[in-house]
């Protein structure tokens, strides 16, 4: 009997990016509205995720930057919509400020890319409906609500799609870019 060696795997996931007006305008409300509150963590890492793939072989990314590269990246006007505290039933885990998708452009192209993800075999579709949101802190234990101010943030427009990497460290999430799919 021999003993084999695991199979490297990668964290991953494919994300919006945000662009960078919009995360220092998220990040100002952050600091105003959630910076020393008791048992919450700051996501600094503001991203929109589409699919979250989790533990995938190393040697299978080329195939999901493959099936990504055939998802039409379409620019997408998004607005920021209510603050949520999830998950929806039961204590707190998240602090996420929801999305709103007029157009449904958003909502077209995080379907696109789980059609794709999901035809390679590395991934199946939550049985929940997806809700665009960008996580903005994570409760250290289990919390609850609470009140927080209106969030005005400019009206913005997706452009990018990325496959990241994400490794956990003490600090929260590392995350690395591993291709980049621009709108066209």
């Not at 379409?74 to 007029?102: H, N, S």
Request: charged share 20%; hydrophobic share 45%; aromatic share 6%.
């Amino acid at each position: 009997m021999s003993a084999h060696a695991p199979e490297p795997t990668l964290r991953l996931f494919v994300a919006a990016e945000l662009p960078e007006e919009t995360r220092r305008s998220i990040g100002a409300w952050q600091d105003e509205s959630l910076a020393g509150v008791e048992d919450l963590r700051l996501n600094h890492a503001l991203h929109l995720t589409l699919a979250f793939l989790g533990d995938v072989p190393q040697e299978r990314v080329d195939d999901l930057v493959d099936a990504l590269a055939r998802v039409p990246v379409k620019p997408c006007p998004v607005a920021a919509a209510d603050v949520l505290f999830l998950p929806r039933k039961g204590p707190k885990r998240v602090v996420a400020l929801a999305l709103a998708d007029r157009d449904g452009l958003l909502a077209g192209l995080q379907a696109g890319v789980s059609t794709a993800v999901a035809a390679t075999g590395l991934y199946e579709p939550p049985s929940r409906p997806w809700l665009p949101h960008v996580t903005v802190a994570r409760f250290r234990r289990p919390g609850h609500p609470f009140s927080l101010q209106t969030v005005n943030i400019a009206t913005f427009c997706v452009v990018r799609t990325v496959l990241y990497s994400s490794l956990l460290e003490r600090a929260g999430a590392v995350h690395t870019p591993l291709a980049e799919f621009p709108a066209s």
